[in-house]
């Protein structure tokens, strides 16, 4: 006799399948969301037997999906206007309020010859290539952030930078939560650059403390030959909220990619980087912060695959661990047969401030190529004493002197930001975090 096998979803899983899939799918992206509902309901949520998923249960920590947000009204709107995370740097503005557009808070006029800014829907009908870029992915590899967001594909920016283009001025998307009652927000940003051309994006996340809601957002890079393109982020969502979020690279031959994340909000965050090279002799560098207090849970999980010959890569990551959080990093560089001359140097360094902080460092590398020069390296540790005695013994108070060092630590990370309006404004953010940890 055969048994039959059931497969029992969780309230959430069965929430996610019934809410998106209820959701019309019509035009380019009907089939890519109906594979992708497919995908998550035959799979669900990853949960700690996952490799990859061992330190961050989404499964038992999202017990419950929050409604769909219907997108921004007038109040708001006018809540958002409030909103300031990253002030003064000198940026056009690409606004999205509880997922949706909101254009009285944006800037698509007088784009620079060269820059195309569209929302996903005009895309997806006047450029046959954004809908393949769209699903873009390891397609050997399953990932419910990526599945669940595809599923609720619909509002949506493509940045597209033509061939030799230089645009110097910033481009700043935000994206912002409002209200009091705790909504899924899904959002997806494709950037795509030319030949030769030249761009500096910057993605933000803000949202109210005390609710707790989840965002799930994407962004999808495309990196032409010798081209060169800068990513900052900053996830600065509230101290209940859940955020999920991936950014997917591909970067072209002799091209230069650098990327920073600061994050410092949510109470459980998960920051994925799938990222490829897709032409030899091209150069990247992923960098980033992460600052945590109370109980926040952060993972930050790469993979940089290098698979053709010359490549640099460099990771450096610093954590701080305040009181009883817990960091994660995992860090995998993988060089295929074909990527002889590979240069690829990783590091993660984490900094406990809190006696029940905990910190979970798993860099990986696995080579295949017998031409190489590859490292990777992980630190955990406290302030140093003798360092802090130093600056006590002339003068400097405990708390201050903790400050100093501590943005001593994570600003070496900060640094690597190419744009000094946007560095600037990172570090005052950072710092902000080390005010509040002295008014404890």
């Given amino acids: 006799m055969n048994a039959e096998v059931k497969i029992m979803r969780t ?3 069965t ?12 035009g380019a992206t009907r089939d890519l969301r109906v594979r992708a509902l ?18 961050t249960d989404l499964r038992a920590l999202i017990r419950e999906m929050p409604v769909l947000a219907k997108g921004a009204d007038k109040a708001a709107i006018a809540e958002a206007k409030k909103s300031s995370l990253l002030a003064k740097i000198g940026a056009r503005e690409i606004t999205f309020v509880n997922g949706a557009f909101v254009a009285e808070l944006s800037d698509l006029t007088a784009q620079e010859k060269g820059l195309s800014i569209s929302m996903l829907a005009d895309a997806l009908k006047k450029d046959a290539s954004v809908a393949p870029l769209l699903e873009k992915i390891n397609p050997n590899k399953y990932d419910a952030v990526f599945a669940l967001n595809t599923a609720a594909l619909d509002a949506g920016i493509v940045i597209d930078v033509a061939p030799g283009a230089q645009i110097t001025k910033p481009i700043h998307i935000r994206h912002i939560v409002t209200g009091t009652a705790p909504v899924s927000v899904f959002g997806r940003v494709l950037v795509k650059v030319g030949k030769k051309a030249q761009a500096t994006i910057v993605q933000s996340h803000a949202g109210p403390d005390a609710v707790a809601y989840l965002t799930n957002t994407i962004l999808q890079l495309s990196l032409g030959d010798d081209a060169e393109l800068d990513i900052v982020r900053v996830q600065a969502e509230g101290d209940k909220a859940i955020h999920l979020s991936m950014m997917i690279g591909a970067i072209g031959e002799q091209s230069r990619f650098r990327s920073f994340a ?11 980087v799938p990222f490829a090279y897709a032409g030899k002799d091209a150069r990247a560098l992923l960098a980033g912060a992460t600052l945590l207090r109370g109980r926040q849970h952060a993972d930050v999980t790469l993979e940089v695959d290098h698979a053709l010959p010359g490549g640099e890569s460099r990771e450096l990551f610093k954590t701080v661990l305040d009181d009883e959080t817990r960091g994660v990093f995992q860090g995998f560089i993988i060089v295929r047969p074909d990527a002889q001359k590979t240069d690829g140097r990783m590091m993660s360094a984490a900094l406990l401030l809190g006696e029940a902080a905990e910190m979970d460092n798993k860099p990986e590398l696995e080579i295949f190529a017998d031409d190489v020069q590859c490292a990777h390296g992980a630190t955990t540790g406290a302030l140093d004493d003798d360092l802090l005695f130093y600056l006590r013994a002339r003068g400097i108070p405990k708390k201050e002197a903790e400050s100093l060092l501590i943005q001593s630590f994570f600003g070496e990370a900060i640094e690597t930001i190419e744009n000094a309006n946007i560095r600037n404004a990172v570090m005052i ?6 005010e509040q940890r002295n008014l404890k």
């Avoid at 995908?39 to 700690?48: M, S, T, V």
């Fill in 11 to 13: 309230a959430a899983e």
């Fill in 15 to 26: 929430q996610f399948s019934d809410v998106l899939g209820a959701l019309p799918a019509l």
């Fill in 38 to 55: 497919s995908d998550f309901i035959a799979k669900g949520l990853p949960h700690r037997r996952v490799e990859e998923w061992k330190y």
């Fill in 262 to 272: 600061l994050t410092t909000g949510a109470a459980v965050s998960r920051h994925t």
């Fill in 429 to 434: 953010r950072a710092s902000r975090w080390l």
